[in-house]
């Protein structure tokens, strides 16, 4: 009786101890919690409309880059990039626009920016308004984002990254998640044996049910296993997965994570967990509800926790983040602040407590 009552009380404790670690981080403000820091990117910046943020390191220093201009898919929409150093982000200094070789004025869409273990860092990005006149393009700098080239089109059949960071595998592949929407949602891959210099292009199985699907997010599993998480217009994130390096993909399958039609990212931790930044709201067709911005984290790849509100504000805007992790094992957050700012947050992974490491707490006690 003794014994029973014993493992009860233990069964009782790791509950307790679970649900305490998962959800405490949420309470954010108090000095345990994971957020250390946040701040405004371009509290200066005099323009009416910023959105679509990405993050890179390179050579010691935080890049980042986004969208910026008079209002959403004008013409004078460019892209803005600032480098964070000696402890503050620099003034934005604009890189790019959508002006075409021959001198036609047209807007810019989701820069991404990539920073290989070798070579210059890359920022690519798209031209034009409508779909299937987009241009992908690409820029890079030799000198950590300091200057920047003059923009070189991609190879024909080539979208480049969608809205996501590309991904550089152990053996060198990068893998950018890519998707189409002039015929539909559909994605597809991007993989480069040259560290992003030529690209193929990889095309996932489509099932007897075709997902309206766009903006992959690549999370490394290691040994060339890897997963990637899609927004889409079916309420929830779907995932797609690869066992030979990105070469070849499953159908998309849908996780645990709502999904209003929003764009997100996500990145493997080193210590293996994956960390996902996305609106976990209900879709519903012909709205835009992009308040409450989330951390979810998985120990299976498969299974995820909502772990931390970043935001949560009714009647507000907090979109489209990009996430990564710095060598310092810190990740970084960039995203849309009520489209006129790009707020940045750090957190420090090892405060964002999950099941795997409480069990192994309450064991050890």
Known sequence: ??????????????????????????????????????????????????????????????????????????????????????????????????????????????????????????????????????????????????????????????????????????????????????????????????????????YPPVGSHRVQAIQPAILDHGHGHLQALVRTKSGFVFSTRSRDWGKTWSGLSPLNIPNPNSGLDAVTLTDGRDLVVGNPLPYAEGKWDRHKLSVFISTDHQTYRNVLDIENQANHEFSYPAVIQSPDGLVHITYTWEKIHIKHVVLDPKRIRTPRQTLLLATVR
């Open 1 to 202: 009786m003794k014994r029973r009552t014993l493992t009860s009380f233990r069964h009782l404790s790791f509950a307790f101890l679970s649900f305490y670690s998962v959800q405490s981080p949420a309470e954010s403000g108090n000095k345990f919690g994971p957020i250390l820091s946040t701040e405004i990117i371009n509290p200066r910046q005099n323009v009416s409309f910023c959105h679509a943020s990405t993050i890179a390191y390179r050579d010691g220093n935080l890049v980042a880059a986004w969208l910026a201009g008079s209002k959403e898919a004008a013409k004078d929409v460019g892209i803005w990039v600032a480098r964070f150093s000696g402890g503050h982000w620099d003034d934005p200094v604009r890189v790019a626009d959508g002006r075409s070789p021959d001198g036609e004025a047209l807007t810019t869409i989701n820069p991404v920016l990539f920073s290989p273990r070798s070579g210059p860092l890359m920022l690519f990005y798209n031209r034009g308004k409508l779909p299937a006149d987009w241009h992908p393009l690409r820029i890079t700098s030799l000198d950590g984002g300091r200057t920047w080239s003059k923009p070189t089109a991609l190879g024909l059949g080539l979208s480049g990254p969608a809205k996501d960071k590309p991904v550089q595998l152990s053996n060198g592949i990068v893998i950018s998640g890519s998707s189409t929407e002039d015929d539909g949602w559909s994605v597809h891959f991007e993989r480069s044996v040259d560290g992003g210099t030529t690209w193929d292009v990889v």
